[in-house]
């Protein structure tokens, strides 16, 4: 229930187009209900040219409709009929024209407020929930379990108010013309009513495990599409090719596991049904026999009846749909329940740009409880160019995230001309960073629209002069349509020194104050190195920039070099300083210059 709860906040927004729907709704399952009336005076009137006889007192309205129908001879009620029915049926044509559409416009709504506030929520985490988190499950969220919600909102949730409605009046028709003959139907209803809630929790769980497989297959094809060239290097793709077919075979067993559940219902409940009518049939044709009711009136109730299955099944079908829809939404949910770590004050200023320095007062960091950093008080003034240098995994990139606010230090702040960043708006505090990492990223886009990510109102002028800064202008004018190429997914059109530059491009482009490399050479060939080496040697001019240094080599013209070990600082220098002291930084340029 309390998902239901929370699917109506979703719902709420549109809750015009709600009551017309249910207004529609209501109105064709009365129509439905009441056309059954028309068996009365066909069955009497017209095929059996006798009176309408019913075996009990009617309301002096309805006793005077009975009689005026009595008057009118065969063939007069037959032409009245057809005309009935003609206009019957275009009313029933509007009414399911618009029920529908109302309904399908409804679930669109709702489908598109979901999956753009997943989307938000998503891109509001910090990294850490990305470190925590499959892509393929991500995207799983957003279009296969939103579909499958999309099946309870558009069907399960709405039309059960038509199929409840039919299902009222047909009720009240039945017990109101006889209700000895109805209490024979409404005894054998909780024989239906108690299979279908067991299956349906049977449904909600086997379609968890489903929308989880669905979850795998996503996150198993994402890798392999990505990584295609490691895959054909190693000539995996056989491997690779039945890694999916089990992945693809096993959420088919469990899709027909739930499909047999599903499907069972539906007989049973006409079974039921069935023998119920059949008892009917049998009292009931006997008083017409003996004539204390006549034959159109039994038709009536018959039909009314008989017409009780179809909601019913439809309804155990809907409790089916609304389970698997449950499962897809405690998904949905679990991921918009989960906290943000990183969130901007909501009384956060615009942060001043950048004049004296960056103070990191006793930071630490722990990634789930593990410390990564401890205790490290670091200073950088304006115009100095610290690198940051260790071993692997002792927390330099770690230390350069918490600049931008990527994580929130566990202990200690940062400031910045002393005013703690955790106090200013992401836009203010990141529109002054640059940020240039080894793991590149562009878009399937053109040359143009990746330099003009961040700031995609930026002129002609501003785009060719960050390309030139970067190294990146000449290159870029010699591809077939220059800055209005398109590059292709993740930049293959180019080769890994040009898509480097065209990343350096993309982070000066807003001129930061403030860079962050992230060893922006450590995967190129010797060439590319050096022409990337060039750009950021233009780059780094008058500017404050934090090196993440893999290679020794890159960081010679550091104005200090911090050398982390064990968590914490543990030497700082220049280059020749730092080498003359024979501590940590001597034993990885040893090992370096060695291999």
């Known amino acids: 229930m309390k998902l239901y709860v929370r699917l109506m906040r979703f719902i709420l927004p549109h809750s015009r187009v709600l009551w017309l729907a249910v207004v529609f709704m209501l109105s064709a399952a009365v129509f439905d209900s009441v056309s059954l009336t028309l068996l009365v005076p066909l069955g009497d009137s017209v095929l059996g040219q006798k009176k309408i006889v019913f075996n009990r007192e009617l309301p002096a309205g309805l006793t005077r409709i009975i009689e005026r129908i009595n008057n009118v001879p065969p063939l007069d009620m037959l032409n009245i009929m057809l005309v009935v029915i003609i206009v019957g049926f275009i009313l029933k044509g509007v009414f399911f024209f618009f029920r529908t559409y109302l309904l399908n416009k409804l679930s669109q709504l709702v489908i598109r407020d979901i999956r753009n506030a997943l989307y938000r929520k998503i891109q509001y985490f910090s990294l850490d929930y990305f470190s925590q988190s499959v892509t393929g499950h991500l995207v799983s969220h957003i279009t296969y379990d939103v579909e499958v919600l999309k099946g309870a909102l558009s069907v399960g949730l709405t039309d059960m108010v038509y199929q409840l409605g039919l299902l009222v009046v047909l009720a009240a028709m039945v017990l109101y013309i006889n209700w000895q003959w109805a209490l024979t139907v409404l005894i054998v209803f909780p024989l239906v009513a108690v299979p279908i809630v067991r299956v349906g929790q049977m449904i909600k769980k086997i379609s968890g495990r489903a929308q989880e497989q669905m979850g795998e297959l996503n996150r198993k094809l994402f890798e392999t599409i990505a990584g295609v060239r490691i895959v054909k290097a190693f000539s995996r793709e056989e491997a690779e090719i039945k890694h999916v077919a089990e992945f693809t075979h096993a959420y088919y ?247 480097q530059r065209l990343s350096i491009a993309r982070a000066i482009l807003n001129n930061p104050p403030i860079l962050i490399l992230d060893e922006a050479t450590s995967h190129l060939d010797a060439e590319s190195s050096k022409l990337v080496q060039e750009a950021l040697d233009h780059v780094l001019s008058n500017r404050t920039a934090v090196v993440i240094a893999h290679r020794l080599g890159t960081v010679r013209k550091a104005s200090r070099i911090i050398v982390l070990d064990r968590g914490g600082i543990v030497e700082e220098g220049t280059h020749e300083e730092l080498l003359e002291r024979n501590g940590v930084y001597k034993r990885l340029a040893d090992l370096e210059f060695e291999s």
């Open 253 to 499: 067993r469990t899709n027909m596991k739930m499909q047999r559940r599903a499907l069972i219902l539906g007989p049973f409940t006409e079974f039921i049904g069935a023998i119920g009518g059949a008892v009917v049939l049998y009292y009931g044709g006997r008083e017409v026999i003996q004539q204390s009711i006549s034959f159109g009136i039994f038709m009536l109730f018959l039909g009314a009846l008989l017409s009780l299955i179809r909601p019913a099944r439809r309804l155990s079908e809907i409790h089916t749909i609304n389970q698997q829809a449950l499962a897809a939404a405690q998904r949905i949910f679990a991921v918009l329940d989960t906290p943000v770590k990183v969130e901007e004050d909501p009384q956060a200023a615009v942060l001043s740009p950048f004049e004296q320095e960056i103070v990191f007062h006793n930071v630490s960091f722990a990634y789930q409880d593990t410390p990564v950093i401890t205790n490290i008080s670091l200073t950088i003034r304006k115009g100095e160019i610290v690198a940051l240098v260790g071993p692997s995994g002792v927390g330099k990139t770690t230390l350069a995230n918490l600049l931008p606010r990527f994580y929130d230090p566990t202990a200690g702040r940062i400031t910045m001309d002393g005013v703690d960043i955790r106090r200013v708006t992401f836009t203010s505090l990141r529109g002054q960073i640059g940020i240039v990492t080894q793991d590149l990223f562009l878009f399937n886009d053109t040359v143009r629209a990746n330099i003009a990510y961040g700031r995609p109102d930026a002129g002609d002028e501003d785009i060719i002069r960050a390309a030139q800064v970067a190294e990146a202008h000449e290159f870029i004018t010699e591809l077939p349509e220059g800055y209005q190429t398109k590059i292709g997914d993740m930049g293959t059109k180019l080769s890994g020194g040009q898509k």
